[in-house]
């Protein structure tokens, strides 16, 4: 039987190789630069929303109490736009990235660490290279692709971003899926 002690290194590869990978999409690779626009005045929009004065967070406009959507008055708020979700970041954390950084190694590193405890319970000690990578291939595409979807779907990220994020996340499953499938232990 494998234990999860036995698939550290995989575990650890996996996430600085995914690690290394999404930095090298999201900064060196063109596909996500088409992921944001800039504001048609973006002094005007960014001085309106510092007089807002929000605290880090998201924030739907406009905004409406449970059970209050069907009222005259917000329908015409939504009628008559714009709608949206704004979210506030502090702005250390857009300067500083290192803490970003930490935490999306060890998101990595738990995306590996719940893969491998799913192939554990697939696969014992000599598994093929294959068998590993169907199992773990789509257990990683799962979990680092399918929360764009529901951000399209709920929270306004557009379908061309959700793509790409998906696609990346197709990328880093297949990474993933081979360091399992050539570190897998032997029988």
């Given at each position: 039987?494998?234990?999860?002690?036995?698939?550290?290194?995989?575990?650890?590869?996996?996430?600085?190789?995914?690690?290394?990978?999404?930095?090298?999409?999201?900064?060196?690779?063109?596909?996500?630069?088409?992921?944001?626009?800039?504001?048609?005045?973006?002094?005007?929009?960014?001085?309106?929303?510092?007089?807002?004065?929000?605290?880090?967070?998201?924030?739907?406009?406009?905004?409406?109490?449970?059970?209050?959507?069907?009222?005259?008055?917000?329908?015409?708020?939504?009628?008559?736009?714009?709608?949206?979700?704004?979210?506030?970041?502090?702005?250390?954390?857009?300067?500083?990235?290192?803490?970003?950084?930490?935490?999306?190694?060890?998101?990595?590193?738990?995306?590996?660490?719940?893969?491998?405890?799913?192939?554990?319970?697939?696969?014992?000690?000599?598994?093929?290279?294959?068998?590993?990578?169907?199992?773990?291939?789509?257990?990683?595409?799962?979990?680092?692709?399918?929360?764009?979807?529901?951000?399209?779907?709920?929270?306004?990220?557009?379908?061309?971003?959700?793509?790409?994020?998906?696609?990346?996340?197709?990328?880093?499953?297949?990474?993933t899926a081979g360091i399992f499938g050539w570190l897998w232990p032997a029988a």
């Amino acid at each position: 039987m494998v234990e999860m002690a036995d698939l550290w290194l995989p575990i650890l590869v996996s996430a600085a190789v995914v690690f290394v990978a999404s930095a090298l999409a999201w900064t060196v690779l063109p596909h996500h630069r088409s992921d944001f626009a800039r504001a048609d005045d973006e002094d005007r929009l960014t001085d309106a929303v510092r007089r807002c004065a929000p605290k880090p967070g998201m924030y739907y406009f406009p905004f409406v109490d449970q059970g209050e959507e069907r009222s005259e008055e917000y329908q015409q708020k939504v009628a008559a736009g714009p709608v949206g979700i704004l979210r506030v970041r502090d702005p250390q954390s857009a300067l500083n990235m290192k803490g970003a950084m930490v935490k999306s190694f060890v998101f990595n590193a738990v995306v590996a660490t719940l893969v491998a405890y799913i192939a554990i319970g697939a696969h014992g000690p000599g598994a093929e290279y294959m068998a590993v990578f169907g199992t773990v291939g789509p257990a990683t595409f799962l979990a680092y692709a399918f929360s764009s979807v529901q951000e399209s779907i709920w929270m306004g990220l557009p379908r061309s971003a959700a793509v790409k994020q998906a696609l990346d996340g197709f990328v880093y499953a297949l990474l993933t899926a081979g360091i399992f499938g050539w570190l897998w232990p032997a029988a």
